[in-house]
Structures are given as C-alpha cells and as structure tokens.
C-alpha cells in the first residue's frame, strides 16, 4: 500500500501552500507542457489518478468531458476537492494506486500528476491503466524525474570551484527514496527512465512522447529562479496510447 | 560534417589500446545487453554505421547475415577492418552519418555502436535510417548517454561528505560539448533522452526497448571498478522497429 503521506497534517499544511495548491494548475510551471500532450477533452471519459485538490476534474468538467473521475488516497485532498464543487460529470473516489482496480476499456484518457512516484509496482499500475483506456485511449502523465529523485542528497551543491552542481548518484540503484520534503519521511519509489518507458511496452502502450521538462525562455524571464532547473529536469511528461 | 576524430594519430592510437578495440564485442561491458536487443541475424540484411573495425560486421557475418555494410567516416578504422578480412555477405564504405544517404527499404536491421552522440543531426540521420529500413525492420544502437554527456566537468568528484557523486549540470542545455577523453577537443553533440526518444518516433518509428545500461552483477564481481557505473549511466541502449 501506498504511504499515505498527505493526510499527515504537517506534509498537507505545507502541500496547501504550494503555488499548485494555491494557484491551481497555472500554478505548475510544467502545466503548459502537460495541456499540449492532452487531446481536446469534450466529449471525453477520463479518469485522473492522484487528483487531489481537482483542479484537473474541474478544468476537464469546464472543457466539456463526458465524464470525470478523480482518484486519490487522500481524504483531506478528497474532502478539499469536492468542497470546491463536483458538477453532474464528475465523480471523486478514494483509491490507493499500488491497489486500484478499474474498469475495462472504460476511458479515453487516464491523466497523472506527480503521483506515480508514490507507487511501489508501477508494472501492475500500468498494466491496469492500459486494460482500463478504450482501444486508442491515452494515458498523459507527469511523474518526478529519476534524476531528481535518485541522489543520496537531493539538493544543488558546489563543485570546489563554485559551479552549481546536482550530486547525482544511485541512479540506477532503483528501490524507495526517503526525503523530507514538507515533511519527514517521504517514501518514493525510484526506477530509471528506461525502467518506466519499458514497463509502458509491456503493458501494451505505444509511447507518443516523452520529456524531460524544461521552463520555457519566457518562464525563467518571467522568474529568474527557473534557471537552475536548465541543470537537471525535476519532471519527467509522457504521452503514450493503447 | 562530422568531426573526424578516429583519424587523428593521438586519439587513434589511444582508441586502438581500449579493451573494446583490442577484445572487440567481449571486451566492450554493454555487448552482451546489446545482443539481447537483436534478433537472429541469419539471413538479414543489415549495416552498421560506424563501424570501426569492423567487429560486429564480422560477428553478423558468422551468424549467416545475407548482406553487411559497414559505414565508417574514419578511413584507419576502414583500413583496419578491412585488413581484418572481407567475406563475400560483407562491404564496407566510408560516410559521414551526419550527411549520409542510405537505399531505401534495403535493411532488415540498422545497428550502430556509440556512433550517434557525434552526429549534429540526429533527426536527419534516423529519418534516413527509418526510411532504410523494410517495414518491420529494427534498428538498434547504442550512444553515450546524456547523463554521462551532459555536465561541464564529466567526471566523478566527491561532495563535502566524502561521497562519490557524478556532478550534473547542464543537462537540459542542448548542444555541443568539448571533452579531452584520447585526445584534446573531441567534440559530441548532447540531446536529453527525451529529445533522442522523441526524434525517433517523429521519424516513424515504435520503441521497443530504452536501457539506461547497468554493469550486471556477474560484470561488477569480476570487476569491482564497475561498481561507480551505478552512480550514473554511461551508455544509453535502444530498439525500435519500423
């Protein structure tokens, strides 16, 4: 079973504040290069593992999808999404994703946000996305990038000269991660890229795109900060059909 | 035009000295991973761009390959391959991968070895290889990855603590990059592997299989100096079919 790390209420506390949390998905730097894998939603059956606070359903719901279900193991992010307004097309339902069983053949696009690093066997998770999309469904999802996730010490360093380095190391010990971001003792999981990409293959999927994001020009012009992100990708996006 | 490296005395000389020139396929650490990713070769018609010495040519050749041609940019490498014996399946031609122009649909298997980090345009060259190939023919190569490639300083170091780390910067800043590895200014042009994923499927090809290689754990026993390789990929491997 997934650790249910944002029901901890320093880790939701801190999550809350979050410019995604605050802002929605204008609040995620990578949200531009997610939308431009998306197919047009109208008319769409979609589901949206590890939905959280649903801002996705909800920009789905407006974009005219058929129907909306946003998945998430959290019940603080559940209670928070359907507070903001579930419409007659959407539905929340608590699940954890190294369990989650799903229709058959029952969607058009299965979307992910940064969760999928939180799933232990991402194959079974995979497999199961695969046999719930329509023939010709898509599965766009973003998940921590590897490289971000791998080092012993996840966090710029100086080399002895001053240049602003990324330490990486572990990359292809592949296993849990523990890290204190927003709170102590987060577990992801951590598997190469090649790792994902092949799980993808055997479950089925043809892969459409795949990439290791980087802010755009007028992102880092817009905030300077971006800029460090140029030396290692934070967020791995792919795009893939059954 | 490709840097024509190979055919400088310095770098020759020391390339010529390496494990993977003197011991040909056994001597290289990701030969057997990338035999996994081929398939039976007898009967094929196949090329090999950058060819070297011609090692693998000749490997096809044993294995009953109807046809092989070996394209190399270095004429020493040719000389010396060709020096090493010619069967009547085998030829060998000099070409510049970033200009080359291959027949089409002439190919059951495109194969090239740690060739394609030299060459600047890396989606002419699969576009052509794609065109090359007959329909449901693969491709299969290997190229540094861009892990390894990626950093100003490509080499481990130690962070504060005493700790091996590969430190990584840049790696999203594609372009060339300059390194002094045999001889001074070898010039390689560094793509994210996503870029490289996403040239291939732009020319038409399914993606069967991306490996980020790991030394096994037979390979790190006989060779305890192997154990660094997991800190961080050296070789990317992949397979794609038409």
């Known amino acids: 079973m997934a650790q249910n790390i944002y029901d901890q209420p320093t880790f939701f506390e801190g999550y809350s504040k979050l410019p995604?949390?605050?802002?929605?998905?204008?609040?995620?730097?990578e949200?531009?290069?997610?939308?431009?894998?998306?197919?047009?939603?109208?008319?769409?059956?979609?589901?949206?593992?590890?939905?959280?606070?649903?801002?996705?359903c909800r920009f789905a719901a407006g974009e005219g999808a058929r129907s909306v279900l946003g998945?998430?193991?959290?019940?603080?992010?559940?209670?928070?999404?359907?507070?903001?307004?579930?419409?007659?097309s959407m539905r929340y339902e608590?699940?954890?994703l190294d369990?989650?069983?799903?229709?058959a053949a029952a969607f058009d696009l299965v979307y992910s946000s940064l969760a999928l690093h939180y799933v232990e066997d991402a194959g079974r998770l995979l497999a199961e996305i695969h046999r719930s999309l329509k023939?010709?469904?898509?599965l766009v999802f973003s998940t921590e990038h590897p490289i971000y996730m791998a080092p012993s010490r996840p966090g710029f360093t100086s080399d002895g000269e001053g240049r602003r380095i990324w330490p990486l190391d572990r990359y292809l010990v592949e296993g849990p991660r523990t890290t204190d971001w927003l709170a102590d003792g987060v577990i992801k999981h951590h598997r190469t890229l090649g790792t994902t990409l092949n799980l993808l293959i055997a479950a089925g999927?043809?892969?459409?795109?795949?990439?290791?994001?980087?802010p755009t020009e007028a992102q880092i012009a817009a905030r300077p900060e971006l800029e460090e992100e140029r030396d290692r990708p934070m967020f791995l996006l792919v795009a893939a059909t059954r």
């Open 20 to 29: 995604r949390s605050v802002e929605g998905l204008d609040g995620a730097t």
């Open 31 to 56: 949200w531009p290069a997610m939308r431009a894998l998306l197919p047009p939603l109208a008319g769409l059956d979609i589901a949206d593992l590890g939905c959280g606070y649903g801002w996705f």
């Open 71 to 88: 998945i998430d193991l959290s019940e603080r992010m559940l209670d928070r999404a359907r507070a903001e307004g579930v419409s007659a």
């Open 94 to 96: 608590r699940g954890d």
């Open 99 to 103: 369990r989650l069983e799903l229709p």
């Open 135 to 138: 023939p010709g469904g898509r």
């Open 205 to 214: 999927f043809r892969l459409d795109h795949v990439e290791e994001f980087c």
